[in-house]
């Protein structure tokens, strides 16, 4: 079998891949991704955290709702019906800034991979805007898939 | 003047900025990311590309549609009139993978960096999407503002 | 079994709940709602109703498109196939106002309790602002879910 | 001159109203509502509160969110610039529940007053949402404008 | 000057052109279309209107709301804050079927004919929807612009 | 059986239909339109396809994207998933213009006619949009079902 880019056809346009049939499975995608920042930039955010959490709060259900809109955002990916979405977001001095990860769950045809990532990147497009007043140098990096369960091609695990 | 994180109100509440009393003026912002891929992708993406150019096509109009949607996807983001965005994606052979610049215009009373990054964003994880059959290890990284202009806070640019 | 606010995490953290292991049945939710206004204002309402119907028909459909829009309102709401949303409104002289009650259905594994609320307080909102030029203080009251059906919590039905 | 509802034109269909000829004014609306709940309820929200916040959290970023897709939610309403929307929620042992307060902002042409009810609506529906497992009889209720000023009506004050 | 497709840039790629250096002037501009359908069909929806009028209300509105959306559909079309939008319906027993004319208005930097024809063709799909149980083969024909007028390429008046 | 129009209850108000006891099959639906306009304006956008492509990958792109909004914008159309959209576009210089073909398909309780047509529409409007500055006369026509099976109506085939 010939592998190539399944959302291009064979006159090389591209459309979705038809996923009718698939079997419904449970699949399950994590996701990170990091911002950097400024040691004095995460100290901020961190102290304003200890009062109410806001930022951080705000990440994460900015990240939640995006992994709901996946499908209004990337031109080809299918809707589904997420069973779960999270997002953590952990502090991280050595980088210095926050270290994100996202899981998506869903039985259903197709995975969720671009779910967990769009979570990871928006959750980071937020703390950069809570933050951005302070510093205009922050960086998102690091957003890759972690791991992928469910569906025809098996279990992931992306090596360290 | 005490500098701080403007979206926090004094209770520590994550709020909007009014920007009611910020003045119209002529305001740009460059943002910049990368999607780092295995050579065999590269190519595969490249020779797609050479037909109908439908990837990258596809990867430009799905960033500058989602600049148009920053402010749903990011709690605190104002609505603006965009004047314009435009989304360039090029090839890079040292990555391997493509380099994605965001330019976002505004007349307006607030900054549009998170719609150009925004758009890189939603851009590299087109890529990702039309890719990820062939290579689930992609990575985005390198996400950042590399210049703004117009506003209170005068010109950024990034220091190389 | 300690209950507890099933939207919280162990560390306190607003999260979706995981839905893949609940069993998909037939779920109904109706909800109630009222807005109340002055005499003037229903009269004028129902004037123009009897004509055209479009104040009353706006608000009906309002309802419904928004009760399809729940998952994109409430952060931590499924995206779900509704399989029938309808919304009703009657005039109530002795409020003065209007009485709406929206139910909805759905083959799923989650509830549609918010969805049918969500019916309710859109419709009322659209009531408000299609009236609001004559009469600033109309109030929306009584937003609250009627009966319930279909799921492992079973039957619920409000005591009056 | 003769009041009338302004959304109806002279068929008595339902029409946006023209805003063409208005004077771009500062807008202000301040909205208000409750959700009353039983005791225990409230007792449960306000520790899950003490420790990270994220149930207020998550009603008071819905409820922002909320405010910017009022002109999708409410079929006549105008797309607008909100220069700002903010959402204050306090607990009240008298209802007992919270009380919810929604203020927005606007330079333009239109009142704001749909885009704070819209607000408060939906954050009143978002602690519905993450409540409603340990107490489905809550009501949503006396949800109205509180003040209006800036535009041709001049100021309004509801009377308590 | 040379006249060319605005939306590509010299290398041939979709990009939003640039309006920052447009004047804000009153603009305007008037769409329509029609559907085609069995005179039996046409009859049944005009005997619902005449009970409720919902079939028509429902398609008029959609139609606004629609317009709302147009950035959101068509790539490259900039938000605007539309002053107004208004959907006309009108039987055509010589059709047989139903006229729909949109008029969309802004004071803005750019034309709004995508606006008006968006309305058009989406009311004309609900008119489909909603009539598609007895009757498949309608047709939605003739959906153009008929007027335009504001900037800099001036009036626009349709030769019949 | 008395045919009816489905969406309006036995009062004469719009609502959706009620799908829950309609069974799962695999359906399919294939639309068709088309977009008129000067043979200059053909030969532009022909010529711009040559190099890059745009304009129909845009179209495209803009109707696959459409289609899943189906629900949104059509008041009473139940959200479905998608299994594939796939849109096609080939210049005829007969017309001139261009023929548009989208076909849509799910495994679900309910047909996919819709999300076809709502594909042809926008992908047409997208075209209109891009080639408006060149030329203002464009008509969109014969826009209608071609083809549908899957579901208790049956197969359906237009005659030509």
Redesign the interface.
């Known amino acids: 079998m010939k592998?190539?880019?399944?959302?291009?056809?064979s006159?090389?346009?591209?459309?979705?891949?038809?996923?009718?049939e698939k079997a419904e499975t449970?699949r399950i995608a994590v996701a990170e991704?990091c911002i950097v920042m400024r040691d004095e930039t995460l100290n901020?955010?961190l102290e304003?955290n200890a009062?109410?959490?806001?930022?951080l709060?705000?990440a994460?259900?900015?990240g939640?709702?995006?992994a709901?809109?996946t499908?209004?955002?990337?031109?080809?990916?299918?809707?589904?019906?997420?069973?779960?979405?999270?997002?953590?977001i952990s502090a991280d001095r050595d980088l210095p800034g926050f270290r994100i990860t996202a899981a998506a769950?869903?039985?259903?045809?197709t995975g969720v991979?671009?779910e967990a990532?769009?979570a990871v990147?928006?959750a980071?497009?937020?703390i950069?805007?809570?933050?951005?007043?302070?510093d205009?140098?922050?960086?998102?990096?690091?957003?890759?898939?972690v791991e992928?369960s469910g569906g025809k091609s098996g279990h992931?695990r992306?090596d360290e």
Chains 1, 2, 3, 4, 5, 6 share one sequence.
């Open positions: 592998m190539g880019l399944t959302h291009l056809d006159g090389g346009q591209a459309n979705m891949v038809d996923v009718g449970q991704g901020m955010i304003g009062q109410k959490g806001d930022v709060a705000a994460r259900i900015a939640i709702m995006a709901k809109k499908h209004e955002l990337i031109p080809l990916c299918h809707p589904l019906l997420l069973n779960k979405v999270s997002v953590d769950r869903v039985t259903g045809k991979e671009m990532l769009t990147s928006v980071c497009l937020t950069y805007d809570m933050a951005k007043a302070i205009r140098g922050m960086t998102i990096t690091g957003v890759q898939l992928k992931y992306r």
